[in-house]
């Protein structure tokens, strides 16, 4: 098939086939830090996307949100979405992965709360997402190359893009998988825990 029939069919299945997949679309993870000014912007923009079924906080400061800060993001919403905060005892990066009680959708979009995706090009991967929904999708990847391409030497560089998928900032798949421990490169590890256990590689949707 030439890739413009592959695009021509995700497009008729992102535009005119209703959802299929489970609870009719997706859910938005955000992950945040003490960045109340970017977590409100994030919610106000994810919320009114198409296909979004519910935005999910992932809530990992020592103490709980203040009620003013809770209404606050919760007022944000302007769309059908169901917004709510998941809480987490410790600070950890691997919190973005641990199963949230209630969701309702199998695709799940995890996001930095700092990152606004396009809403047309979340649905768009969405889309992707549906046709390969044992993968991994995203649009930013990491590339590594050989220091000297012409020695032997194995010394590798890393460039500005990336090789495998970032979970926590922009891939969508379904949380069936356990937190990895540690708390750095957690989106790696989550990216080759994926791949392994399905067999099937990340697949980049050029979009950002």
């Known amino acids: 098939m030439q890739i413009h029939d592959l695009q021509s069919n995700i497009f008729q299945k992102l535009w005119l086939d209703p959802y299929n997949a489970r609870g009719g679309g997706y859910a938005v993870v955000i992950n945040t830090w003490k960045r109340y000014d970017l977590l409100k912007r994030a919610v106000a923009h994810y919320s009114v996307c198409a296909g979004v079924d519910a935005v999910h906080v992932v809530w990992s400061e020592p103490r709980e949100p203040p009620e003013a800060?809770?209404?606050?993001?919760?007022?944000?919403?302007?769309?059908?979405?169901?917004?709510?905060?998941?809480?987490?005892?410790?600070?950890?990066?691997?919190?973005?992965?641990?199963?949230?009680?209630?969701?309702?959708?199998?695709?799940?979009?995890?996001?930095?709360d700092d990152l606004v995706v396009p809403c047309s090009t979340l649905r768009f991967a969405f889309g992707v997402w549906r046709s390969a929904p044992s993968a991994m999708v995203g649009f930013v990847p990491r590339i590594h190359w050989p220091a000297d391409p012409r020695g032997?030497?194995?010394?590798?560089?890393?460039?500005?893009w990336w090789s495998v998928w970032r979970t926590g900032t922009y891939s969508m798949d379904v949380l069936r998988f356990p937190p990895m421990l540690g708390?750095?490169?957690?989106?790696?590890?989550?990216?080759?825990?994926?791949a392994n256990v399905t067999g099937t590689p990340p697949i980049w949707v050029q979009g950002l």
């Open 69 to 112: 800060l809770r209404r606050s993001v919760l007022n944000c919403s302007r769309g059908a979405a169901d917004v709510g905060f998941v809480m987490n005892r410790g600070n950890s990066l691997n919190n973005r992965f641990r199963p949230i009680q209630g969701l309702r959708t199998d695709a799940v979009f995890s996001v930095d």
């Open 152 to 160: 032997n030497t194995k010394e590798y560089r890393y460039g500005s």
């Open 183 to 194: 708390r750095n490169c957690e989106d790696i590890a989550m990216s080759f825990l994926v």
